[in-house]
């Protein structure tokens, strides 16, 4: 007779083949080296994997330089005279110097502070000085080296495979034409990064499930979730996909407004933590926004493998990178957006969502070195995950079934 107790209901409904997901997962040999590397060589150089926003080059000439960590690359995204968004590697083809020194701006072209050879924002080499001591040079051949990219909503993805297995539709599956303009009507409002010293797992794991929530945010966010009828915060709806996985949250209606939270949602129009209802009945409503249709709902959390977290609520999204150094470090990137503030309501109503969101940040990433520490001394090499933690089920058998097919 089994010792468990018996499971008590829970308001989850449940979408996608769990067939191949794990209850028990082996974290230790993840962080080691060489199963590192495989994971570089067999997911990071195989995925579509956003690295900025459309937002952030508007105009013909707008450029923004990204780090890909794991790959070791720079990257220059910008959108040509033709109004393409291109990503190039940040190399200037004479002796492979760092092409591009500001972090963003607006340019006919780039030209290398080494030499000054000179390239359009298409990628062409447009200018080589002191040209005829290179007898026999092809300017095609010296182009700027491009890297796959393709456009979805408001952002750019890049594929450093030499011929991706999937067009990124086919990547982001069921996901590709659910958002439907959601997101365009945003502006940067935060952004900030850290480096950890815990592995990329660890650390978007934190991200992707709601079990913590209760006790981990505790003071910050003691009843924005949850309530009366379902007081583990249970996922009302969760969903795995072919890559990825999303779960949507609802929001505790018995929620009780801080001082400082209603002065701020009264002056300017509601955000995290305050959840304005909105109407998924009006006709050509996005599919993707509360896919599963929730009452009362709060907000969706996706993951999109391997290393990208988007959140979003009625009138705000939040991007997540959690770009791998090593086996043992994490650079953690986060954006957030929010409806174009209209007035100072507005920009104290962004004020405290930035406010808030930065201190539930700081709680979630308090986890993450002391895990790592722990797998790192060897004792304990597997962890269990709940059915609330079906997402991390999901991560990690993605992440094994690409490191297998490309052993």
Same mark, same amino acid.
């Given at each position: !007779?089994?010792?468990?107790?018996?499971?008590?209901?829970?308001?989850?409904?449940?979408?996608?083949?769990?067939s191949?997901?794990?209850? +028990?997962?082996?974290?230790?040999?993840?962080?080691?080296?060489? =199963?590192?590397?495989?994971?570089?060589?067999?997911?990071?150089?195989?995925?579509?994997?956003?690295?900025?926003?459309? +937002?952030?080059?508007?105009?013909?000439?707008?450029?923004?330089?990204?780090?890909?960590?794991?790959?070791?690359?720079?990257?220059?995204?910008?959108?040509g005279?033709?109004?393409?968004?291109?990503?190039f590697?940040?190399?200037?083809?004479?002796?492979?110097?760092?092409?591009?020194?500001?972090?963003?701006?607006?340019?006919? *072209?780039?030209?290398?502070?080494?030499?000054?050879?000179?390239?359009?924002?298409?990628?062409?080499?447009?200018?080589?000085?002191?040209?005829?001591?290179?007898?026999g040079?092809?300017?095609?051949?010296?182009?700027?080296?491009?890297?796959?990219?393709?456009?979805?909503?408001?952002?750019?993805?890049?594929?450093?495979? +030499?011929?991706?297995?999937?067009?990124?539709?086919?990547?982001?599956?069921?996901?590709? *034409?659910?958002?439907?303009?959601?997101?365009?009507?945003?502006?940067?409002?935060?952004?900030?990064?850290?480096?950890?010293?815990?592995?990329?797992?660890?650390?978007?794991n934190?991200?992707?499930?709601?079990?913590?929530?209760?006790?981990?945010?505790?003071?910050?966010?003691?009843? =924005?979730?949850?309530?009366?009828?379902?007081?583990m915060?249970?996922?009302? =709806?969760?969903?795995? !996909?072919?890559?990825? *996985?999303r779960?949507?949250?609802?929001?505790? $209606?018995?929620?009780?407004?801080?001082?400082?939270?209603?002065?701020?949602?009264?002056?300017?129009?509601?955000?995290?933590?305050?959840? $304005?209802?909105?109407?998924?009945?009006?006709?050509?409503?996005?599919?993707?926004?509360? $896919?599963?249709?929730?009452?009362?709902?709060?907000?969706?959390?996706?993951?999109?493998?391997?290393?990208?977290?988007?959140?979003?609520?009625?009138?705000?999204?939040?991007?997540?990178?959690?770009?791998?150094?090593?086996?043992?470090?994490?650079?953690?990137?986060?954006?957030?957006?929010?409806?174009?503030?209209?007035?100072?309501?507005?920009?104290?109503?962004h004020?405290?969502?930035?406010?808030?969101?930065?201190?539930?940040?700081?709680?979630?990433?308090?986890?993450?070195?002391?895990?790592?520490?722990?797998? +790192?001394?060897?004792?304990?090499?597997?962890?269990?995950?709940?059915?609330?933690? !079906?997402?991390?089920?999901?991560?990690?058998?993605?992440?094994?079934?690409?490191?297998?097919?490309?052993?």
């Amino acid at each position: !007779m089994s010792n468990a107790p018996e499971l008590a209901p829970s308001i989850t409904v449940f979408k996608g083949d769990r067939s191949k997901l794990k209850s +028990k997962v082996n974290l230790l040999e993840r962080i080691q080296p060489d =199963y590192y590397q495989s994971e570089v060589d067999s997911i990071y150089r195989q995925s579509w994997l956003p690295v900025t926003s459309t +937002k952030e080059i508007p105009e013909k000439g707008d450029f923004i330089v990204v780090d890909v960590p794991p790959l070791k690359a720079s990257l220059i995204v910008v959108r040509g005279q033709d109004n393409q968004v291109r990503a190039f590697y940040n190399i200037c083809r004479h002796r492979a110097n760092k092409l591009e020194l500001d972090e963003r701006g607006n340019k006919r *072209g780039f030209t290398c502070p080494f030499h000054a050879w000179s390239f359009n924002t298409e990628g062409k080499l447009t200018g080589v000085t002191d040209e005829p001591q290179f007898p026999g040079l092809n300017r095609q051949e010296h182009d700027l080296i491009p890297v796959h990219t393709e456009v979805w909503e408001t952002f750019v993805f890049v594929n450093f495979a +030499k011929a991706p297995k999937h067009s990124l539709a086919q990547w982001l599956g069921e996901m590709h *034409g659910g958002y439907q303009g959601f997101f365009d009507d945003r502006e940067q409002i935060a952004h900030w990064s850290i480096e950890v010293n815990a592995n990329w797992h660890v650390t978007i794991n934190a991200f992707t499930e709601g079990y913590h929530s209760l006790f981990l945010h505790r003071a910050t966010l003691p009843d =924005y979730q949850g309530g009366k009828d379902n007081p583990m915060r249970h996922r009302p =709806y969760l969903e795995v !996909m072919e890559h990825h *996985g999303r779960y949507s949250a609802k929001a505790n $209606p018995d929620h009780h407004m801080t001082p400082v939270e209603k002065l701020a949602f009264d002056a300017g129009r509601p955000l995290y933590p305050a959840f $304005p209802q909105i109407d998924t009945d009006v006709p050509g409503f996005p599919a993707s926004v509360n $896919p599963g249709r929730v009452n009362n709902w709060a907000f969706d959390i996706t993951e999109l493998f391997p290393c990208f977290v988007l959140i979003n609520g009625a009138n705000w999204h939040q991007c997540m990178w959690f770009w791998p150094i090593d086996e043992n470090r994490t650079l953690i990137r986060v954006i957030d957006y929010a409806y174009k503030g209209q007035g100072l309501g507005d920009r104290l109503a962004h004020s405290y969502f930035r406010v808030r969101n930065r201190e539930v940040f700081r709680e979630d990433i308090s986890t993450m070195e002391a895990i790592h520490a722990s797998l +790192k001394t060897g004792v304990m090499s597997h962890v269990v995950l709940s059915q609330q933690e !079906m997402l991390l089920q999901k991560h990690y058998a993605v992440a094994a079934e690409m490191v297998e097919a490309g052993a």
